[in-house]
């Protein structure tokens, strides 16, 4: 049976070149980086080393960058200190933001009594700026933006300048879940006011299990999890130097060759979406996922004509041909609610029918999408 990876939305394959990296350092650098020790210091140079990596892709200074071990646990960190710690008593977000901050904002909503207010959303599932400045108009609390730069599930694009302006022109803070953007966007963060951003290694061919908070240094947060001073007091726990210096090497080599994969992906991607429209009429590709000025070029969310009763058993025969995507988000393939994404944006009708999400790296090829539509096209016949 053919098996083909089209989910790197939801984690993607490691590089080889990580792989290595990564055996290398559990081989010779097992010393914990907090003792003094010769094996220790060897253990801390490499951990800095690969700070200042990371750092210098972001062009900010390595100590704003906090180790962690994903997006969730840093995007936790972040909007649950700017309550506690730097006075915030209200978040503006969106409804199609990852769970990792809505259910966080709605537990500081429980625990904290701060207010939440969500953004307008066009019919593309793209943030009202209008309406957004609006909200910004209310001074009566200390406000944290935060918004998304690329939707996980629809793809669409947050304009991250113009929207750190905004926060700048009212005095807000603004915090961006960039987990689906590190890697795969050039990010100028002494460009791009923001105060807070969040990555994940295992969205840019690094291991699962390694992240990293932005934090600016003008915003002192607190920690989430309490111990040892590792990250500067500000992460307790021994820090998992393989998967950080694996996290280093697969972000340097995504920005060594980001035009030349971007240009692979571009060219998988708008082949996938013209064979499928060819094959299957009545396809709608949702959010704005076919339009590469609107959306990330990594992502194509499909909604397929077909009965609801049909749509269930897809996944099951897609996985069952060796075809590997989602219908939305990894982290909640466990819930039996659908996408709190499309249920934002689709129309009643649209939300009957199956919806797919398709993601592609520098790994897929056209004979891939070939045999995944050859599948599709003959499911879809199928009475």
């Known amino acids: 049976m053919k098996k083909v990876y089209f989910d790197s939305a939801a984690t993607t394959q490691l590089r080889s070149e990580v792989i290595r990296s990564i055996t290398e ?16 210091r060897s253990s801390k140079s490499l951990l800095e080393n690969a700070r200042k990596e990371i750092s210098a892709h972001l062009k900010v200074s390595a100590s704003e960058i906090i180790f962690t ?17 730097l006075g915030v008593t209200r978040i503006i977000t969106s409804k199609i933001e990852h769970h990792a901050v809505l259910y966080t904002v709605n537990e500081l909503v429980r625990t904290h009594q701060i207010e939440a207010a969500y953004v307008k959303l066009d ?12 909200l910004l108009q209310d001074k009566t609390h200390k406000t944290l933006v935060s918004l998304m730069h690329v939707n996980n599930e629809i793809g669409c694009l947050l ?21 689906q953007s590190v890697g795969h966007y050039e990010l100028d963060f002494s460009d791009i006011p923001i105060d807070f951003a969040t990555a994940a290694a295992h969205k840019f061919h690094g291991p699962k299990g390694a992240g990293f908070a932005f934090v600016r240094k003008s915003n002192r947060v607190q920690p989430l999890i309490f111990g040892g001073e590792q990250e500067r007091g500000l992460r307790a726990g021994t820090e998992a130097v393989y998967a950080i210096a694996g996290m280093a090497e697969a972000l340097k080599i995504a920005y060594q ?16 979406k013209n064979q499928i429209s060819e094959a299957i009429p009545g396809v709608k590709f949702n959010g704005a996922c076919d339009d590469a000025s609107k959306s990330t070029y990594t ?39 659908g996408s709190h994404v499309l249920n934002e944006i689709l129309s009643e009708e649209d939300l009957q029918k199956p919806s797919v999400r398709f ?25």
């Open 69 to 85: 071990s994903g997006g969730t646990e840093a995007d936790n960190l972040i909007l649950n200190s700017c309550v506690r710690d």
């Open 299 to 337: 992502v194509l969310n499909i909604c397929f004509p077909m009965s609801p009763e049909k749509g269930l058993m897809l996944l099951f025969h897609l996985d069952l041909n060796g075809i590997a995507c989602s219908r939305g988000s990894a982290c909640q393939s466990g819930s039996s609610k």
């Open 159 to 179: 304009d991250l300048k113009r929207t750190a302006l905004l926060c700048k022109q009212y005095d807000a803070l603004f915090h961006s879940d960039t987990v």
């Open 25 to 40: 350092v559990l081989k010779t650098e097992y010393g914990n980086p907090s003792s003094t020790h010769s094996y220790g």
């Open 257 to 272: 060759n980001l035009e030349s994969e971007r240009a692979h992906i571009i060219e998988v991607k708008e082949y996938f």
């Open 123 to 134: 019919a593309f599932g793209r943030v009202d700026y209008d309406h957004l400045e609006t």
């Open 359 to 383: 993601s592609f790296s520098m790994f897929n090829t056209k004979e891939e999408v070939d045999y995944v539509v050859a599948f599709l096209k003959d499911f879809v016949k199928e009475d």
